[in-house]
């Protein structure tokens, strides 16, 4: 079993969590009020209530309709800019060392009237305003590492922005998306965008449709992922991968249904960015025990552990580990190679990864024998001592 003290400090690398699914329903309710917004409830206890799902609810597109509740907020470039700078703070907050946040322009832009580069900028400069706090205590007792890394010389994260085309937005729509994201790349936004995602049921429209976007994008220098393979079949990522040829896969759980599939995916060395308690809640899987993450594992597929929706779930990617420790009996070791894969598999630029490389997943070998010798009960201290 895996500590929670330990989990927690653990340096983690995330691929995907969405913005619009990372706002903290406290602060719904704040900018609420600020922005004089109705969200329908008389008090916070009850819209609390109504804006988390903890457990499953009738499946995807309802857990979807859940996320509208506080997505309502998102109504200007300050509020979108605030919940930005939130998401970086709490991934800090669960030692999140390297982080990329996406988010659905054509969602934002309907809830907020702004343009395409006015959104990309406020969510650039929230995160960038996270980026900077180095020394601030972000979570209880979880500063110290961050305080840690700036003593150091070291951001206490590194984060890349991907911006999310939704298969139901129509063509015009993700269109200008792209335009907008390939401006941006020469106006050097304070915390840069290095991928595109698409998003969405996947029964709703087939991957070419995006294709020619995906490749325009991909000669720009941007990284591709989607979300495939989830709720629908192994057909469906055989199409994705064919027709959009992404560096990542968002989920992709479906892929052991097809054991040429699995090896193509092994064969392309795509990375399936993988969130297990939000497969169970949007019922992809029956279970958390009945996940196929140990079966991807043992399959030799890279794979990495995201939070998804945390702010939906009311969870955190430390939750997470915690859950995949104790269901699954992951080690310190695993979730080292779990993060080392899916920090392979960023889309930050090769130097960044090696920095975050080399300051938080070099442990030395005197320090990783005392580890081993001295057991799981003083591991916590010395994974501590291993981020030097
Ligand atoms: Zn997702």
Redesign the pocket.
């Known amino acids: 079993m895996v500590r929670r003290v330990i989990v927690g400090d653990m340096p983690k690398i995330e691929l995907?969590r969405?913005l619009e699914g990372g706002i903290r329903p406290a602060t719904a309710w704040k900018l609420a009020q600020t922005q004089n917004i109705d969200l329908g409830f008389a008090d916070y206890l009850s819209f609390e209530t109504a804006a988390l799902v903890r457990e499953p609810i009738g499946g995807l597109d309802k857990v979807i309709g859940a996320m509208a509740l506080t997505r309502k907020i998102l109504a200007s470039a300050a509020a979108i800019e605030e919940v930005a700078y939130e998401c970086v703070q709490d991934a800090k907050a669960d030692a999140v060392k390297l982080f990329e946040l996406r988010f659905a322009p054509a969602l934002l832009a309907k809830v907020s009237g702004l343009d395409y580069p006015e959104i990309l900028e406020a969510v650039s400069r929230g995160a960038a305003r996270a980026c900077a706090e180095n020394t601030g205590k972000v979570g209880e007792g979880k500063g110290a590492r961050n305080a840690e890394s700036a003593a150091k010389g070291l951001p206490a994260i590194e984060v890349g922005l991907i911006c999310s085309l939704r298969r139901t937005s129509p063509q015009p729509v993700n269109a200008a998306i792209v335009k907008a994201m390939l401006e941006a790349k020469s106006r050097n936004l304070p915390v840069p965008l290095v991928g595109v995602d698409l998003?969405d049921n996947e029964w709703t429209a087939d991957p070419e449709t995006f294709a020619g976007l995906f490749d325009s994008l991909r000669e720009a220098g941007f990284g591709t992922t989607a979300?495939s393979g989830l709720n629908t079949s192994a057909e469906h990522l055989w199409r994705t991968i064919k027709l959009l040829k992404p560096r990542r896969i968002?989920?992709g759980i479906l892929a052991l249904r097809d054991p040429a599939l699995v090896d193509e995916i092994r064969r392309r060395d795509i990375h399936l960015e993988v969130?297990v308690l939000?497969n169970w809640i949007t019922e992809a899987v029956p279970s958390i025990q009945g996940h196929p993450l140990p079966r991807l594992l043992q399959a030799g597929l890279s794979v990495g552990i995201n939070s998804?929706?945390p702010g939906l779930f009311g969870s955190g990617l430390s939750g997470e580990y915690e859950l995949l420790g104790r269901v699954f009996g992951l080690s310190g070791e695993d979730f080292t190679a779990i993060n080392l894969n899916a920090l392979g598999s960023s889309f930050l630029p090769k130097e960044t990864r090696d920095k975050v490389r080399k300051a938080y997943f070099t442990v030395p070998e005197a320090e990783d024998r005392r580890e081993k010798a001295q057991g799981p009960g003083k591991a916590g201290a010395l994974n501590q001592g291993s981020a030097e």
């Open positions: 995907h969405h998003s979300h968002g989920h969130s939000s998804d929706d």
